[in-house]
């Protein structure tokens, strides 16, 4: 998980969002807002909509690789992910900047799930709703779950390049960066699904194979267009996470550490 890239929706469809997002302020009560958001993101969040072709189309140039999940890098993005749920934050429904793309592994487990530091004790309070207790706002207090669009989820934690290819928080235990990297992590099930840590090791071992190819060819005297497009390719492979941390972390293992001493140029991408 890394900091998205900030792009702009077109004014246009971002002046639609507005007005979409207008119906939704407009309506007397919470728990009014609350079912309006549901309805009318169901009702327009569809291939018909032109605004939500644009919105998709713009979070799908977010992803990496082939339209990959911005949450877990591995399967394919096909959902409208809110960050802020919109059945607790209904003014943010229809806000561009709380949309990312995410798979269905990702998004529907944490569904409604979201926490914020209470403001009295500053302690991590998860927000829960029991079924059939009236609607109310959640408490104030700032947010638990890293945005990935707005903080870079590596300040926060860092991938076990070396054994497990899990994530483990960096802050010190009991810290809040410890707890929302801990947060994050457990929400979005990054550590315990099986087949993420197994994708991010085949990861390492075709980054490391891409940058041998391309010290290779460079040392060959390949054409500047030919690296500029195995530079692309490494640019659009999956897991961008992994690409990441093995810049970060090249110290760590020797193969890396020259091989980036050779191709330094390779830091910038
Ligand atoms: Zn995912």
Redesign the pocket.
């Known amino acids: 998980m890394i900091l998205l890239p900030v792009l702009a929706l077109a004014p246009e469809a971002q002046g639609i969002l507005h007005e979409y997002q207008s119906e939704v302020d407009g309506k007397p009560s919470y728990a009014e807002q609350v079912e309006a958001a549901a309805t009318l993101f169901k009702a327009r969040n569809k291939s018909s909509n032109k605004t939500f072709r644009e919105v998709r189309a713009k979070l799908h140039e977010m992803c990496s690789g082939a339209r990959?999940?911005?949450?877990?890098?591995?399967?394919c993005?096909d959902e409208v992910e809110h960050i802020r749920p919109k059945n607790l934050y209904p003014e943010q429904v229809f806000v561009w900047e709380n949309y990312v793309y995410?798979?269905?592994?990702?998004?529907g487990p944490k569904n409604n799930r979201y926490a914020v530091f209470a403001k009295s004790d500053g302690n991590l309070l998860p927000i829960v709703r029991p079924k059939g207790a009236p609607l109310q706002p959640p408490p104030a207090g700032d947010h638990v779950l890293i945005d990935p669009r707005r903080e870079n989820p590596l300040d926060f934690m860092e991938l076990d390049l070396l054994g497990t290819f899990r994530f483990v928080p960096t802050a010190n235990p009991g810290t809040r960066e410890y707890h929302r990297a801990k947060y994050t992590i457990e929400v979005?099930h990054l550590n315990d699904r099986d087949i993420l840590p197994d994708a991010r090791r085949c990861a390492i071992g075709s980054y490391k194979a891409r940058l041998h190819e391309y010290r290779n060819q460079k040392e060959s005297g390949i054409s500047v267009d030919d690296l500029k497009q195995l530079i692309q390719g490494i640019r659009r492979m999956p897991h961008p996470t992994v690409w990441a941390e093995i810049k970060r972390q090249r110290q760590l293992h020797a193969e890396l550490a020259v091989l980036f001493d050779v191709v330094p140029e390779a830091l910038d991408w």
């Open positions: 990959r999940c911005c949450y877990c890098e591995d399967s993005a995410a798979c269905g592994p990702c998004n979005l």
